[in-house]
């Protein structure tokens, strides 16, 4: 529990890299969406590669987040949660990730993709929060 919203929140999803998914990301980014302020910044830290399912295929497809929400709740795939956290965050915070995700993937899954650990520093301002093993966290708002 944080007692205000974060200006930035970092990330990360501790662990076997090979056995991180899509759907940790989505939860790290949520945890993170919970006690970011509105309009701040998200930062996920990871090694991981994850393999990526139709949601995220089909997201990759928008620019816009509230399109994509749009047409995977008209037919949402096995994976349609992951999804909805993933936008849910990216439309109330700027996402930043550093992973092993190929750097055009990233960039279409609505995230600046980083490409060293400097950025990240870089990114640091204001209120900073840190969530370490963030798709593991409930965080949340308690002032």
Known sequence: ???APADVVVATIDGDP?????????????A????????????????????LGPAAALMRQYEDPGRALMVLTEEPPTDFEAAFQWISAAQQAKLYLFSRLAIDVAEELFT????????????????????????????????
């Open 32 to 51: 993170g969406a919970r006690v970011v302020a509105p309009g701040g910044a998200i930062i996920l830290l990871t090694d991981a590669d994850p393999a």
């Open 1 to 3: 529990q944080v007692v």
């Open 18 to 30: 090979a056995r991180h998914t899509f759907a940790d990301f989505a939860c790290a980014f949520a």
């Open 112 to 143: 600046t993709p980083l490409d060293n650990i400097g950025q990240a520093q870089k990114l640091l301002r204001g209120r900073c929060l840190f969530l370490p093993d963030a798709h593991r966290t409930m965080a949340e708002i308690n002032p």
